[in-house]
């Protein structure tokens, strides 16, 4: 048995408050409250709720780690040449250069074509560049590894020379070499380093971030009834585990991020339960990801809208993950997003002003 710390009831501002609220990773949001998860095997068997004023005194060692996890700031992401500030949600834009991706797949004529659309999305306000040669949507078949290099390097090398942040999107350790030695500096990896066993060790060379993300089931059969006994135990727990792996390869801690994988191997049901309980996995003390951007749960949840249709149901995904705390946020829609993200911002500066 264990105990996990959710955090709960956001509050507008801390002043006034003293001791009776926390504030979320050195981000932008506070909270009041904790729901408390005892955990029995993979599934809570209870949970209670404490008020932040009461909450040192029910920690242990376990818990008192997770606490200072959960209220201590995130250092800068260092990208290459960029410094990535945490403690304000980012924009990570996705750049699929796959032919068969589910939301713009086969988009680009060329290298060039495909780099000039990366750099406008960073134009647009993307602090990170997201490219992607192997689509993982559910049912995609997989692609051989010399195809998925010879789409994302050149893509990865224009982008990189041009100064952007550029991450690669992809399970193989050729391609995260490939695309490495072309200028991209994190790696994102959808099978959180468990589909390639040499990934890891290439990863712990490199030096740079990466980004792991949970998933259940291989893509091709990932959304044939997903079971988890609790969804939100499940994932931390897994999470928990691929960090231990993770820095057992050498990997630093500090150059790990988390990423509960919306929509791999998941319910329309487990996906709203991981945003609404989001908040949980900042006690992991890594940077958090999300990416819920024209998914299937949208359509589920509104009249079946295609993925070219479901910007205002990304957005509503994307604000979600930004009050749960959420430092990095991986949308198709750019200079939507940002904007969005701005208004949200400016409530959150305008509550966190002092009045006098
Ligand atoms: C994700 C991803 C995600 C991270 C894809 C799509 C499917 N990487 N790669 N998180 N999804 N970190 O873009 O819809 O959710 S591919």
């Given at each position: 048995?264990?105990?996990?710390?959710?955090?709960?009831?956001?509050?507008?501002?801390?002043?006034?408050?003293?001791?009776?609220?926390?504030?979320?990773?050195?981000?932008?949001?506070?909270?009041?409250?904790?729901?408390?998860?005892?955990?029995?095997?993979?599934?809570?068997?209870?949970?209670?709720l404490v008020g932040v004023a009461d909450i040192?005194?029910?920690?242990?060692?376990?818990?008192?780690?997770?606490?200072?996890?959960?209220?201590?700031?995130?250092?800068?992401?260092?990208?290459?040449?960029?410094?990535?500030?945490?403690?304000?949600?980012?924009?990570?834009?996705?750049?699929?250069?796959?032919?068969?991706?589910?939301?713009?797949?086969?988009?680009?004529?060329?290298?060039?074509?495909?780099?000039?659309?990366?750099?406008?999305?960073?134009?647009?306000?993307?602090?990170?560049?997201?490219?992607?040669?192997?689509?993982?949507?559910?049912?995609?078949?997989?692609?051989?590894?010399?195809?998925?290099?010879?789409?994302?390097?050149?893509?990865?090398?224009?982008?990189?020379?041009?100064?952007?942040?550029?991450?690669?999107?992809?399970?193989?350790?050729?391609?995260?070499?490939?695309?490495?030695?072309?200028?991209?500096?994190?790696?994102?990896?959808?099978?959180?380093?468990?589909?390639?066993p040499r990934s890891a060790g290439v990863?712990?060379?490199?030096?740079?971030?990466?980004?792991?993300?949970?998933?259940?089931?291989?893509?091709?059969?990932?959304?044939?009834?997903?079971?988890?006994?609790?969804?939100?135990?499940?994932?931390?727990?897994?999470?928990?585990?691929?960090?231990?792996?993770?820095?057992?390869?050498?990997?630093?801690?500090?150059?790990?991020?988390?990423?509960?994988?919306?929509?791999?191997?998941?319910?329309?049901?487990?996906?709203?339960?991981?945003?609404?309980?989001?908040?949980?996995?900042?006690?992991?003390?890594?940077?958090?990801?999300?990416?819920?951007?024209?998914?299937?749960?949208?359509?589920?949840?509104?009249?079946?809208?295609?993925?070219?249709?479901?910007?205002?149901?990304?957005?509503?995904?994307?604000?979600?993950?930004?009050?749960?705390?959420?430092?990095?946020?991986?949308?198709?829609?750019?200079?939507?997003?940002?904007?969005?993200?701005?208004?949200?911002?400016?409530?959150?500066?305008?509550?966190?002003?002092?009045?006098?």
């Open positions: 048995m264990r105990k996990l710390l959710r955090p709960t009831a956001f509050v507008d501002a801390p002043f006034g408050y003293d001791g009776q609220v926390a504030r979320l990773a050195g981000g932008l949001s506070w909270f009041s409250a904790v729901e408390i998860l005892t955990v029995d095997g993979q599934r809570r068997s209870a949970s209670e040192e005194d029910r920690l242990d060692d376990d818990t008192a780690r997770q606490w200072a996890a959960l209220t201590g700031p995130r250092a800068p992401l260092q990208l290459g040449q960029r410094t990535i500030r945490l403690d304000q949600p980012q924009v990570m834009g996705i750049l699929n250069v796959t032919p068969d991706s589910f939301s713009d797949g086969g988009r680009f004529a060329d290298a060039a074509a495909a780099a000039e659309a990366g750099a406008d999305l960073a134009g647009q306000g993307a602090a990170i560049i997201d490219v992607g040669g192997e689509s993982t949507r559910p049912g995609a078949s997989p692609v051989w590894v010399g195809d998925e290099i010879e789409r994302v390097v050149p893509v990865v090398r224009i982008l990189a020379g041009g100064g952007a942040a550029v991450s690669v999107d992809t399970r193989k350790s050729e391609v995260m070499s490939a695309a490495l030695d072309a200028g991209a500096s994190l790696i994102n990896d959808v099978s959180a380093l468990t589909f390639d990863a712990a060379a490199a030096g740079v971030p990466v980004l792991l993300m949970h998933h259940q089931g291989e893509p091709q059969a990932m959304q044939d009834d997903p079971r988890y006994d609790d969804v939100l135990v499940a994932i931390y727990l897994w999470l928990e585990e691929r960090i231990a792996a993770a820095t057992a390869a050498g990997i630093e801690r500090s150059n790990l991020l988390i990423d509960p994988g919306f929509g791999f191997g998941k319910s329309v049901a487990h996906n709203l339960e991981l945003m609404n309980g989001l908040a949980l996995f900042h006690s992991l003390g890594c940077p958090l990801v999300i990416g819920a951007s024209r998914k299937r749960t949208i359509g589920a949840l509104a009249n079946e809208a295609p993925p070219g249709q479901r910007l205002g149901g990304s957005l509503a995904f994307a604000l979600k993950a930004a009050e749960q705390g959420a430092q990095i946020i991986r949308v198709h829609d750019v200079p939507e997003t940002v904007q969005a993200l701005r208004i949200w911002r400016g409530l959150r500066d305008q509550a966190l002003t002092p009045r006098n």
